[in-house]
């Protein structure tokens, strides 16, 4: 996989217009992880498959009460 195969979300650091993205021995991190078999790379769940934050207070909640 290249590099710029590579789906990094951008989140803004508090209140600063700078963003956090990965530096070049993080991306070399990655792409040896994903040739070495010993090793596992996953990735996040695209937006619309992730959990909101009702979703997990309802399960916390649903776990408290089963």
Same mark, same amino acid.
């Given at each position: $996989?290249?590099?710029?195969?590579? &789906?990094? *979300?951008?989140? /803004?650091?508090? *209140?600063?217009?700078? *963003?956090?993205?990965?530096?070049?021995?993080?991306?070399?991190?990655?792409?040896?992880?994903?040739?070495?078999? &010993? =090793?596992?790379?996953? =990735?996040? /769940?695209? =937006? /619309?498959?992730?959990?909101?934050? @009702?979703?997990?207070?309802?399960? @916390?909640? *649903? =776990? $408290?009460?089963?």
């Amino acid at each position: $996989m290249a590099r710029d195969d590579y &789906n990094v *979300n951008e989140y /803004p650091q508090d *209140n600063d217009s700078e *963003n956090i993205r990965l530096d070049d021995d993080d991306l070399a991190i990655l792409d040896d992880a994903e040739n070495d078999s &010993n =090793k596992v790379v996953t =990735k996040p /769940p695209a =937006k /619309p498959f992730q959990l909101g934050y @009702i979703s997990v207070f309802c399960i @916390i909640i *649903n =776990k $408290m009460i089963g």
